[in-house]
């Protein structure tokens, strides 16, 4: 049986309850630290000990000790049609019984990559992978082998997965993070070889005279300059005015690719992602997270120009499960209803509501932050009132107070990401009577901080 929410957000969760601790010490017999990604250690904020999911549906998710949530973390926003969504799960079905995996080529990834190519106009040649971090992978590789030149530049606190290559500087401690105007390159963590890391530059977003001057010091040395164009990972930064125009005009004035990480962007903010939205196209650009609607899958791509090497075989990509039909036919049916933009426009009034009621229960409780993104993803900031730039003016945030905030929330049955540096994300199935219960466990949630 479980406990099911209750319309009014005074119902007190028992999150973090014996079944859940249970599961917790019997994993940590066996899985290392108990968990399977460090990202999850935290998932559950201030709790000992990670919330056991055992269902979804739409919406909402169960925990292990009955206990139902609206789900605004969505496994980092890729379960964009929601939990168990029947469409996706009658393709998934139908390749099941089909067969999974053949280890070579299938019907299911040419559709797929077509349904792509038309829906992000700057790619024109796509290879698929399993994970953002993989494709991240190909597509750095695939900027390499078309520059013959190793070094590239990532800005400060974006975060383009947990491989060597680009696990650099993704979040700092500003002790270690070096000047601001040249910052250091600092190794995410312990077992990154040195010279992985000495061949990531490190660059503060939304600075166009430190970015030029870092360009120009590196003159000829980079084979790449890789963003996140809405930085999901540092609380929703956007990309000043001008921005995106300024690192397309540099890089195609020396020679650089330009990569986009479209990981949680991807057919989130637009049906053609970020690039569509602020009109900017990279050369290439990595989606996954939304694309697979919870199965993982993930794509890069772009030009001809640079994935002809892919193409050909001298830049060298592979992997067995990669364009596997069943990824691909879950990706396949998920891309078609996004390619409605009235999906996207539901999802993104939800969303809106949900920004405003944060930003009228702040006022009216008089505490300072702001709230920044999109309809479909967002974050509040405690402690700042005008919206951070770029990472170190994220750093100031009440940390201690967005915790409080979460934990109120959790208690009240919303599953928010526990990161105040990360966002919330919104999906198709997210309807009116979810945003009143919401905007309700908010005011109490702030309430409880104020
Ligand atoms: N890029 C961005 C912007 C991400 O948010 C993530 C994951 O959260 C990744 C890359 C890495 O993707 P994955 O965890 O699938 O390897």
């Not at 006022?363 to 730039?389: E, H, N, W, Y």
Request: with cysteine; glycine share 10%.
């Amino acid at each position: 049986m479980h406990r099911t929410m209750a319309s009014s957000a005074e119902t007190q969760k028992t999150a973090g309850a014996e079944g859940s601790r249970q599961w917790f010490e019997r994993a940590k017999r066996v899985l290392a630290g108990g968990i399977s990604s460090s990202a999850r250690a935290t998932t559950a904020g201030a709790l000992p000990h990670p919330i056991y999911i055992e269902r979804g549906a739409g919406s909402r998710i169960w925990d292990v000790d009955g206990n139902e949530y609206l789900d605004y973390l969505l496994s980092y926003g890729s379960i964009i049609l929601g939990h168990g969504d029947a469409g996706l799960a009658v393709a998934a079905s139908a390749q099941l019984d089909s067969g999974t995996m053949f280890g070579t080529c299938n019907i299911v990834e040419v559709e797929l990559a077509e349904q792509l190519c038309g829906m992000v106009p700057s790619l024109e040649l796509v290879r698929f992978a399993n994970s953002g971090s993989e494709a991240m992978c190909g597509a750095i590789r695939a900027a390499r082998g078309h520059t013959g030149k190793s070094k590239i530049l990532k800005f400060e606190g974006h975060y383009h997965g947990w491989v060597d290559v680009l696990a650099v500087s993704n979040r700092p401690a500003l002790a270690e993070a070096g000047a601001f105007e040249a910052p250091n390159s600092q190794a995410h963590s312990r077992g990154t070889p040195a010279g992985v890391v000495g061949d990531v530059i490190i660059c503060p977003w939304n600075e166009p005279a430190i970015l030029r001057a870092i360009l120009d010091r590196h003159e000829g040395e980079l084979a790449a300059v890789v963003a996140e164009p809405i930085v999901a990972n540092n609380a929703c930064v956007m990309p000043e005015p001008g921005y995106l125009e300024l690192l397309r005009e540099e890089c195609t004035r020396r020679g650089i690719v330009l990569i986009y990480d479209e990981i949680v962007t991807g057919f989130r903010v637009a049906t053609g992602g970020a690039q569509e939205l602020f009109g900017v196209a990279p050369d290439l650009s990595v989606f996954s997270k939304a694309l697979g609607g919870g199965l993982p899958i993930s794509a890069f791509g772009g030009t001809r120009r640079i994935m002809d090497a892919v193409a050909a075989n001298t830049v060298k990509h592979g992997g067995t499960y990669n364009g596997n039909p069943l990824c691909a036919a879950a990706a396949l049916h998920t891309l078609r209803v996004l390619a409605d933009n009235d999906v996207r426009a539901r999802m993104n009034n939800v969303g809106e509501a949900i920004i405003d009621g944060i930003r009228r229960s702040a006022a009216d409780c008089g505490v300072p932050c702001v709230v920044q993104g999109l309809g479909t993803m967002f974050q509040v900031i405690f402690g700042l009132t005008k919206s951070p730039r770029h990472y170190r003016e994220v750093l100031p945030a009440n940390t201690k107070r967005y915790a409080a905030f979460q934990t109120a929330l959790l208690r009240s049955g919303l599953h928010v990401n526990s990161s105040g540096l990360a966002c919330w994300f919104v999906s198709a199935a997210h309807d009116a009577d979810d945003v009143r219960i919401t905007i309700a466990a908010i005011d109490a949630a702030m309430r409880s901080v104020a």
